[in-house]
């Protein structure tokens, strides 16, 4: 009844972009906090960039800082993530994941939740190679 469905990985080269997007059902986007996640091979799962939904607010780890950018459209009830510049250190699944506290900082709930968000997409595999 509750899904998150990914879209939008794949093969790209260095310096390229791509842009994810994560469609719900069951459930209003604007009534949940939401964000990305990824896997990398041999690495745990990373709170990439988080949105909250309450005040619009949004964190971004470090090392994506300045090149993803994430966005709503509440209307398609779907979030992106937007990637640029991308490098072979970004390759990873990547996750959609939805908590229903709505009002988490997007910070706590990208680094601190993590794991324990509420409802999670299947992920969808980006590779950055040559």
């Known amino acids: 009844q509750v899904q998150l469905v990914e879209s939008g990985g794949g093969l790209v080269q260095p310096g390229g972009s791509l842009r994810l997007s994560c469609a719900a059902s069951?459930?209003?986007?604007?009534?949940?906090?939401i964000g990305w996640f990824r896997q990398a091979p041999g690495k745990g799962r990373e709170g990439v960039s988080c949105?909250?939904?309450?005040?619009?607010?949004?964190y971004y780890a470090r090392s994506v800082k300045g090149r993803f950018t994430i966005s709503r459209d509440n209307a398609k009830n779907t979030v992106y993530l937007q990637m640029n510049s991308l490098k072979p250190e970004d390759t990873a699944v990547y996750y959609c994941?939805?908590?229903?506290?709505?009002?988490?900082?997007?910070?706590?709930?990208?680094?601190?939740?993590?794991?324990?968000?509420?409802?999670w997409g299947k992920g969808t595999l980006v590779t950055v190679s040559s």
């Open positions: 994941a939805a908590d229903r506290e709505r009002d988490t900082n997007a910070s706590v709930m990208c680094v601190i939740t993590n794991y324990g968000m509420d409802y």
């Open positions: 949105i909250s939904s309450s005040d619009g607010s949004t």
């Open positions: 069951g459930f209003s986007l604007d009534s949940v906090g």
